[in-house]
């Protein structure tokens, strides 16, 4: 089954989805934040469209390892997400961390590579951002 990747930020959620042998991660697209429940909602119409059996979040620590203030806000967000797909009969679905430290930089740098604008690349960071964390992910765990 697929892998679906987040980026969870403040104002939006980055989307990757992996394809089916879970090789390749694809941005496919990013959420604009209302609330939480709209947007784990959001994620888990998702899920089920691409038939994934596995969410990784990108976990933003500082650049020492240790925890952020946007740290706890992901994992608050992993906690809803992890609540509403058991009331959906979905606690079967497996939630990761991912470490995503410096993912936005390297995504800025292959969106500049790309010659993307700088309005451009605003509109496609975080999902640009997404595909690193879920490619990551996939490569750490090709073995498997």
């Not at 509403?84 to 410096?102: P, S, T």
Request: aromatic share 2%; proline share 1%; net charge positive.
């Amino acid at each position: 089954m697929k892998k679906i990747g987040l980026d969870v930020g403040d104002k939006t959620i980055g989307v990757a989805v992996s394809d089916a042998l879970n090789i390749t991660a694809q941005g496919i697209m990013t959420i604009e934040r209302i609330g939480i429940k709209k947007d784990t909602n959001k994620v888990i119409e998702l899920i089920k469209e691409h038939m994934c059996d596995t969410v990784v979040i990108g976990l933003p620590l500082k650049l020492d390892g240790t925890d952020s203030i946007q740290t706890e806000k992901v994992r608050e967000f992993r906690t809803k997400l992890e609540n509403k797909l058991k009331a959906e009969r979905m606690g079967d679905i497996k939630i990761v961390f991912q470490d995503e430290r410096l993912t936005t930089v390297m995504a800025e740098r292959v969106l500049i590579e790309a010659d993307l604008s700088r309005a451009k690349r605003k509109t496609v960071i975080d999902k640009q951002a997404a595909v690193i964390i879920l490619q990551s992910y996939l490569d750490s765990n090709s073995h498997c």
